[in-house]
């Protein structure tokens, strides 16, 4: 089974179906998905020389707007340890490039959380905390977070940390899944967010 049916256990069907579906990522089943995101929008104008160097990282980007489509791919594969690794790619289509938003996603057992490592190479850890809504939607948190330096991994304290709340969900009546990411600072508040809608490739 995926790491994601693992980390939810029975909760996972309490899901809806489609994102089930979605979320039964094995070797050899990849999901891939276009739409469209309604707006992204960045956080303070000062912050934006960050963002622009998290693009080396295919993590983070200083571009906003509405109407900017969009694909994931979710890929199976194994670490150099053996260890089941789900791949994201997100990447958003502005008009004259693409921006990526990418990440490594795997299963700590022991902890009862999905291990997150952001950007290309991995910049950011965080570990995520999946939990199903009352709605059936899924709900991502992110908790502590750590900056990765090479094989280093220096714990980031509480005040510099990006927190996301990711809601993932599916409308029945249109046939799409919806997304809605927003990531914020303790002190800043809102650093970055995203808003929309997507379909299954064929």
Do not use: C
């Amino acid at each position: 089974m995926s790491i994601y049916q693992e980390i939810l256990g029975d909760r996972f069907d309490q899901l809806h179906p489609k994102l089930q579906k979605r979320y039964r990522i094995e070797d050899g089943s990849p999901f891939r998905g276009t739409g469209m995101m309604h707006e992204i929008n960045g956080g303070p104008a000062w912050l934006f020389p960050l963002f622009r160097l998290g693009v080396r990282w295919k993590l983070l980007f200083p571009e906003h707007g509405r109407a900017v489509p969009f694909t994931v791919t979710n890929r199976f594969q194994f670490g150099r340890d053996g260890e089941q690794q789900i791949h994201w790619e997100r990447i958003f289509h502005f008009p004259k490039k693409k921006r990526y938003f990418n990440a490594l996603m795997s299963l700590d057992q022991d902890r009862s959380i999905i291990k997150d490592y952001l950007g290309e190479p991995a910049l950011v850890y965080s570990d995520l905390l999946f939990t199903v809504t009352d709605n059936k939607e899924l709900l991502i948190q992110s908790k502590e977070q750590r900056l990765v330096i090479g094989k280093l991994e220096v714990p980031l304290p509480y005040a510099l940390q990006g927190l996301a709340t990711v809601h993932e969900g599916y409308d029945d009546l249109r046939d799409v899944y919806t997304i809605h990411v927003r990531v914020r600072n303790p002190l800043l508040g809102h650093l970055f967010s995203y808003k929309g809608e997507f379909v299954q490739d064929a």
